[in-house]
């Protein structure tokens, strides 16, 4: 018999989490697959009990794609885990539906990996539809930073590393950052094994800080590489609950705040932005005076408003852990 060669095995495994996105979907597996073709890789999909037909149209664009159904929506965090943990290669590549993978953006932010060994995770270059630059490298949530934002402070200055937000930072070179945005990640296959991966007690928005927190903690360091450049369009799966998307944002940095800064810590940070958000309601108010100003105003409006009556009522968060487990960790 002839020599069989054995399969390769992949470096990178992809994985992308779909919710109601099919076109995008397809599209955003089109974009990867182009990338990824120089590349020894596999691509994963874990479906989130999409309605809209998703997974069989995925399988029969591509039967070579691994698709995982789901008969609920886990969450962003819980189903990046499953596809993670279904994967074989040496790299993770963790990819939103709507984010689309220029050509060489893996091979960028590989080489990334490999100029710097201790780099557990790296992020890209993120952009808008219209090409702008998107802004994905963030500080890490605390009681500090909501007042230094609450009150201009990081505003005023933004690329200071003490204070500022990066908010101005053209995101024109490579550098460590606290963390990068679950869009587009990629991370070694040990980060997942030493740190477990996502807390699956979030389930949508801030889990990438948390697990990059704890990423750091072991260790590691997190990197952005402009050299890595992918389009991301931003809150696809969301688009049909928007009010949903919005409760579900400020309940992930609550519990963020409550796990990382305990009681004190989550307090701290509410009294911040409820000041935060009296000072701009009265400045909106002022603003909806000028008649070219107040259909943004009336909006901007209603979310302060909502936001000060949120943060002031809604307690919820501190029945989703035992008082044992709100330490920092």
Known sequence: MPDVAPPQCPLVSAIVVSYN????????????????????????????????????????????????????????????????????GDFFLLLNSDAFPKP?????MLR????????????????????????????FPSPLRAWLENFWISAIVPNTWAWGDWRRWAHDQERRVDFVIGACMLLR?????????????????????DWQKRILQHGWTVRFTPAAQVTHLGGASGAAEPEGVKRRFFDGHDYYELKHHGFAGLALMRVAMMIGCAMRVVGW??????????????AKLKLRLWLL?????????????????????
């Open 285 to 298: 108010a002022v603003a909806w005076v000028i008649p070219a100003r107040r259909q943004s105003a009336t």
């Open 112 to 139: 990334c990996m490999k100029d710097y060994p201790e780099a557990g995770v790296v992020g890209p270059h993120l952009l808008n539809a219209d090409g702008t630059t998107q802004r994905s490298c963030f500080r």
């Open 189 to 209: 296959r040990q980060v997942f094994e030493q740190t477990g991966g996502f807390d699956e007690s979030f389930f949508m928005y801030a889990e990438e800080a």
């Open 104 to 108: 060489g953006a893996v091979a960028a």
């Open 21 to 88: 996105t099919r076109q995008m979907t397809l599209d955003c597996l089109r974009s990867l697959q182009a990338d990824l073709a120089a590349v020894a890789s596999e691509i994963i999909v874990v479906d989130n009990a999409s309605t809209d037909g998703s997974p069989a149209a995925i399988r029969a664009a591509d039967p070579q794609i691994k698709v995982f159904e789901n008969t609920a929506n886990r969450g962003f965090g819980a189903a990046n885990n499953q596809g993670m943990r279904a994967a074989t």
């Open 309 to 329: 009556w949120r943060q002031a009522t809604d307690w919820s968060v501190l029945h989703r852990r035992p008082a044992a487990d709100w330490k920092r960790k």
